[in-house]
T-cell receptor, first 113, second 115 residues
C-alpha cells in the first residue's frame, strides 16, 4: 500500500522567512504533484513533477523531486501572508496517463505578519 | 485551461434521503473521472475511479451500493449518496483527466451535510 507522508503537519512562520515542506512516499514513482487548498475550497494545482531531478519554481515556491530517495520538497522563500493555506503532495505510482492519486497528510501553513 | 464544475456546491439533507452530485468537464472530454472525499482537517481520500461507459472501480472500504457512480458521457459523472447518514457529511471533490494526459483537473467540491 502506497503511503505518502508530509512534514511538518503544521507550520507557523513569520513573513520574510524561508522554510521547506517535505513529502516522502513509500513506493517507486516518477510522478508527483503539489496542490494548495484554501479553507473551504478545492485544490489548486501548483506543480507537476514528472522525472527524477525535476525542479519547478513559481513565485516564492519551488518544488523538487528525487525519485531515488522517494522525496519531494516544497521550498518557500521569503514567505508572505497570502501563502497561508494547506499544501498537499500527491503521488501517482503508475505513470503513463493520469491515474489515481494518493495524497499526503497535508501541511497547514500559517504565515504571520 | 481545463475546467471542471460540480453541482451543487453545497447541500443539506435529512438522514435517509439520497443526494446526487454532478461533475462536469466543461471544455474537454474526460475519459476518466475520480471521486474523492475529504473530512474536516484531513487529507483527500480516493473513493472511486470512473471510466466513461463502464462500471466504476471502488477503493477498498467504499461501499459501492451506497455511493453510486455513473459516468454516462465523456463530460459528466455523477455520485449518488444513497440513504445518507450524518457520518456521510463531508466535502466531496471530483477530478477529471484527459485521455493521454498526465494531470487531473479538480472540481470546486460539494459540501454535504446530513442532518
Amino acid at each position: 500500500e502506497l503511503k505518502v507522508e508530509q512534514n511538518p503537519l503544521f507550520l507557523s512562520m513569520q513573513e520574510g522567512k524561508n522554510y521547506t515542506i517535505y513529502c516522502n512516499y513509500s513506493t517507486t514513482s516518477d510522478r508527483l504533484y503539489w496542490y494548495r487548498q484554501d479553507p473551504g475550497k478545492s485544490l489548486e494545482s501548483l506543480f507537476v513533477l514528472l522525472s527524477n531531478g525535476a525542479v519547478k519554481q513559481e513565485g516564492r515556491l519551488m518544488a523538487s523531486l528525487d525519485t531515488k530517495a522517494r522525496l519531494s520538497t516544497l521550498h518557500i522563500t521569503a514567505a508572505v501572508h497570502d501563502l497561508s493555506a494547506t499544501y498537499f503532495c500527491a503521488v501517482d505510482p503508475k505513470g503513463g496517463t493520469a491515474s489515481k492519486l494518493t495524497f499526503g497528510t497535508g501541511t497547514r501553513l500559517q504565515v504571520t505578519l | 485551461g481545463a475546467v471542471v464544475s460540480q453541482h451543487p456546491s453545497w447541500v443539506i439533507c435529512k438522514s435517509g434521503t439520497s443526494v446526487k452530485i454532478e461533475c462536469r468537464s466543461l471544455d474537454f472530454q474526460a475519459t476518466t473521472m475520480f471521486w474523492y472525499r475529504q473530512f474536516p482537517k484531513q487529507s483527500l481520500m480516493l473513493m472511486a475511479t470512473s471510466n466513461e461507459g463502464s462500471k466504476a472501480t471502488y477503493e477498498q472500504g467504499v461501499e459501492k451500493d451506497k455511493f453510486l457512480i455513473n459516468h454516462a458521457s465523456l463530460t459528466l459523472s455523477t455520485l449518488t449518496v444513497t440513504s445518507a447518514h450524518p457520518e456521510d457529511s463531508s466535502f466531496y471533490i471530483c477530478s477529471a483527466a484527459l485521455a493521454g494526459a498526465d494531470t487531473q483537473y479538480f472540481g470546486p467540491g460539494t459540501r454535504l451535510t446530513v442532518l
